[in-house]
């Protein structure tokens, strides 16, 4: 359902999502479903993405971390 409002509000032929399990965690602990607009690519290398449907200085980037979002100070 979220994934359906951001979709109609945020026009966008790149947006992806990713479902989040951190390294370690015991097998049925919950991750964290995110969505972000992948505007340089699903993995481009240094490029950090706003996550739609998190804080607003919250911050995902593929390439170099997904097990994990990141906060953004001045973002």
């Keep these: 359902m979220v994934l359906r409002r ?3 509000a ?3 032929r790149t947006l992806r999502f990713a479902y989040l399990f951190w390294p370690g965690q015991p097998v049925g602990t919950r991750g964290q479903f995110i969505i972000f607009d992948a505007k340089d690519g699903p ?3 240094g490029s950090y993405y706003r996550v739609l449907n998190g804080a607003a200085n919250e ?3 593929p390439a170099e ?3 994990g979002t990141v906060a953004m100070p001045n973002a």
């Design 59 to 61: 911050f995902y980037q």
């Design 6 to 8: 951001i979709e109609r």
């Design 10 to 12: 945020h026009r966008s």
């Design 43 to 45: 993995c481009a290398e």
């Design 65 to 67: 971390n997904p097990w």
